[in-house]
């Protein structure tokens, strides 16, 4: 099993990643979410100067929130940065990074060539963007050579986009995996994975477990209530949920649904969430638990666990890599 870690693009970002990196994570998985956080390719920028062997990637980018030129110049940067070997791209539909703005996610019927086009670009290959040809025209000494070659991750959680992602050839990239899912054929399965490792004596209905895991637990709700999932009514106070959310402006409502997100606990969270909830995440639990859950996920298929620490970020990275094992 392999252990990397997730950020949000903040100031700290940067430094938690060079702390990564000395505690032994595969990758530094930084998420596109310019509606709630800052820039990931710059942030990834920043990170890539001050390491010299964790991967860096977007976990996961939106295509459709820049012009596929763009998207393949930040790429062919962060190469030149970097190198290849230290780059891995993450691509998803958008969530958040569309939800967060209003937009419902991309269509699977259009993401894949929305991917295809910027890997064309890449490859030196010409493309048709808007009804005209593009190519990247950088000279050398302006961007590495091309073919710029990097794998590439898919985000999914239902069974159209596991199919778009074989078709694809991609890995992929999960954080509410269905208990049906069927990985057969796909060698990198990404779980997002949310929690936090209690101390020796704390116990899951501590303060401080609910204010660190919470944000990730939320998500879930979030994700279920505008998917319109039934597994919704599974979660513990999925009523109030609904409750406080059914009263709320339509038109608004993503803006303070997706307030604090994957950070904080937001106004709507704390009415909500409960010691209970909890259970959704994965790695709410003690560290003498972690190596029998990470046993239970690599039977259902998982082949890398990305932890997003919260709260006090640099105990949750120690704590985790400790946790897990790391050789640090």
């Given at each position: 099993m392999k252990i990397s870690a997730a950020?949000?693009?903040?100031?700290?970002?940067?430094?938690?990643?060079v702390l990564a990196e000395e505690l032994g994570y595969e990758t530094a998985w930084v998420y596109d979410t310019p509606a709630l956080q800052?820039?990931?390719?710059?942030?990834?920028?920043?990170?890539g100067v001050r390491t010299e062997r964790i991967r860096l990637g977007p976990g996961v980018l939106i295509p459709s929130l820049r012009h596929p030129m763009t998207t393949a110049s930040a790429?062919?940067?962060?190469?030149?940065?970097?190198?290849?070997?230290r780059v891995?791209?993450?691509?998803?539909?958008?969530?958040?990074?569309?939800?967060?703005?209003?937009?419902k996610p991309l269509r699977w019927a259009d993401f894949p060539q929305m991917v295809a086009d910027t890997q064309a670009l890449l490859r030196g290959e010409i493309v048709e963007v808007d009804g005209r040809a593009a190519?990247?025209?950088?000279?050398?000494?302006?961007?590495?050579?091309?073919?710029?070659?990097?794998?590439?991750?898919?985000?999914?959680?239902?069974?159209?986009?596991?199919?778009?992602?074989?078709?694809?050839?991609?890995g992929v990239f999960t954080s509410r995996p269905r208990p049906d899912a069927d990985y057969t054929g796909i060698d990198d399965v990404?779980?997002?994975?949310?929690?936090?490792?209690?101390?020796?004596?704390?116990?899951?209905?501590?303060?401080?477990?609910?204010?660190?895991?919470?944000?990730?637990?939320?998500?879930a709700y979030h994700a279920f209530l505008e998917q319109r999932d039934a597994r919704?009514?599974?979660?513990?106070?999925?009523?109030?949920?609904?409750e406080i959310t059914g009263d709320m402006d339509p038109d608004t409502l993503h803006l303070s649904l997706h307030e604090g997100h994957l950070t904080q606990l937001n106004a709507i969270d704390r009415q909500v969430l409960t010691t209970e909830s909890l259970r959704i995440a994965p790695f709410v639990c003690h560290a003498g638990e972690v190596p029998e859950r990470?046993?239970?996920?690599?039977?259902?298929?998982?082949?890398?666990?990305?932890?997003?620490?919260?709260?006090?970020?640099?105990?949750?990275?120690?704590?985790?890599?400790?946790?897990?094992?790391?050789?640090?």
């Open positions: 950020f949000p693009p903040v100031p700290e970002t940067p430094d938690h990643i800052l820039d990931v390719w710059m942030t990834l920028a920043l990170a790429i062919a940067t962060l190469v030149g940065l970097v190198g290849p070997e891995i791209i993450g691509a998803g539909t958008g969530f958040t990074g569309r939800r967060a703005m209003g937009q190519r990247m025209l950088h000279w050398p000494g302006q961007a590495v050579e091309r073919p710029i070659e990097v794998p590439w991750i898919v985000a999914v959680n239902g069974p159209r986009g596991l199919a778009a992602a074989a078709e694809m050839g991609c990404i779980l997002l994975g949310f929690g936090t490792i209690l101390d020796d004596d704390e116990t899951v209905d501590s303060p401080r477990a609910l204010d660190t895991a919470g944000p990730g637990v939320s998500v919704l009514d599974t979660f513990p106070n999925a009523d109030r949920f609904a990470m046993e239970r996920l690599a039977a259902a298929g998982i082949t890398e666990v990305s932890f997003q620490p919260m709260g006090n970020v640099e105990r949750e990275l120690r704590a985790f890599a400790a946790a897990a094992g790391l050789p640090s």
